[in-house]
């Protein structure tokens, strides 16, 4: 079992930047892919990004060159830090850790870029 905490979120004004953090507890740390999700109003949960146990980092598409997360195996904590965001970039978003069929996540965390 992983429990997930998420923090960092808030209200951020457009071209504003946050940085969300993942504590995670529970078993071992390293072993797990670290995701980030997010879920607008109305709208199913995509990935945002992931990143191995190695370090390997992946990112959709509309986020790229913006955001980059990241992990400290020694803290069990992920993080994804968010510059230049949008208000398209408004969400919850959750952290996820995922190793073959075990699945875990935080409970999430807003995210509102507004003026």
């Known amino acids: 079992q992983v429990q997930l905490v998420e923090s960092g979120g808030g209200l951020v004004q457009p071209g504003g930047s946050l940085r969300l953090s993942c504590a995670a507890s529970?078993?071992?740390?390293?072993?797990?892919?670290m995701g980030w999700y997010r879920q607008a109003p109305g709208k199913q949960r995509e990935l945002v990004a992931t990143?191995?146990?190695?370090?390997?980092?992946n990112y959709v598409d509309s986020v790229k060159g913006r955001f980059t997360i990241s992990r400290d195996n020694a803290k069990n904590t992920a993080y994804l830090q968010m510059n230049s965001l949008k208000p398209e970039d408004t969400a919850v978003y959750y952290c996820?850790?995922?190793?073959?069929?075990?699945?875990?996540w935080g409970q999430g965390t807003q995210v509102t870029v507004s003026s």
């Open positions: 990143i191995s146990s190695g370090g390997t980092t």
């Open positions: 529970g078993s071992i740390f390293n072993i797990y892919v």
């Open positions: 996820n850790a995922h190793r073959g069929a075990a699945d875990y």
